[in-house]
């Protein structure tokens, strides 16, 4: 087999078929009364009041995104992913997790990406307790301030542990729901950071940089497209692994 048609099935396995996206419900937009104008071409139909999302044109919007998320990996840029709804947390942590890439599975904190220096000093922060805390360092402190200690430490972990280890601003956001993510996408624009996000028919297009139209509301929905995203970036790491060896 040459080694054209082995990165050509390979991209076929990462890419998941119209059929698969079916089945996760990819397709099911919200009641047509909370319709965004800009979604209006890519919904395929409207059925008892519910809007039904054109698959086919998710493919493409998705193979868009994949294109950019895979030369992200190639070469070795970081992805903020970024999903705080119950149904998106876990896939969306699992996904970064897999990359060792930061997360926010919690309340997004304003700043995060338009003030920095200030969170950067904050993730610094719960980072020297945790090294502390390992280390035994917490042990001269009295009772009463470890538990002062434990207590930050505590909250800071609540917002900040997904982003230990970034040291500067992501190269690019992926975000699942960009409506309900809309500080987040916000200062992403403004600071000039790529938005790739899963959108339901309820958002804004035009302000998202990768946007893929689809179910933003369901595990399996969320799950399939998410994982496509990391598998994708993975693949282009890969690529430049081949290309050393």
Same mark, same amino acid.
């Given at each position: 087999?040459?080694?054209?048609?082995?990165?050509?099935?390979?991209?076929?396995?990462?890419?998941?078929?119209?059929?698969?996206?079916?089945?996760?419900?990819?397709?099911?937009?919200?009641? @047509?009364?909370?319709?965004?104008? *800009?979604i209006s071409p890519y919904i395929y139909a409207t059925k008892n009041n519910g809007d039904i999302i054109d698959i086919e044109k998710t493919t493409v919007l998705l193979s868009s995104a994949c294109e950019f998320v895979k030369e992200l990996g190639v070469r070795n840029k970081i992805i903020l992913f970024v999903g705080t709804k119950p149904e998106a947390k876990e896939t969306v942590k699992s996904a970064a997790e897999s990359l060792g890439m930061p997360y926010v599975v919690e309340r997004w904190i304003g700043g995060t990406l338009s003030n920095f220096p200030e969170i950067k000093k904050r993730i610094a922060v719960l980072e020297t307790y945790r090294k502390d805390s390992?280390?035994?360092?917490?042990?001269k402190y009295t009772k009463k301030e470890r538990?002062?200690?434990? @207590?930050?430490?505590?909250?800071? *972990?609540?917002?900040?542990?997904?982003?230990?280890?970034?040291?500067?601003?992501?190269?690019?956001i992926f975000i699942v729901d960009a409506r309900k993510e809309r500080i987040a996408a916000t200062e992403a624009r403004k600071g000039g950071v790529p938005v790739i996000a899963l959108i339901n028919s309820d958002s804004d297009i035009k302000n998202i940089t990768y946007p893929i139209v689809g179910n933003d509301a369901s595990i399996p929905s969320i799950r399939i497209l998410t994982q496509t995203i990391a598998h994708t970036y993975k693949a282009g790491q890969m690529l430049t692994l081949n290309k050393e060896i």
């Open positions: 087999m040459k080694p054209m048609q082995k990165r050509e099935e390979k991209r076929a396995d990462i890419f998941p078929k119209i059929e698969e996206m079916f089945s996760a419900g990819v397709h099911y937009g919200y009641g @047509k009364s909370r319709r965004h104008p *800009s390992k280390e035994g360092e917490l042990d538990s002062r200690i434990a @207590k930050k430490m505590e909250k800071l *972990s609540k917002y900040y542990s997904g982003l230990i280890g970034l040291k500067k601003i992501p190269d690019a």
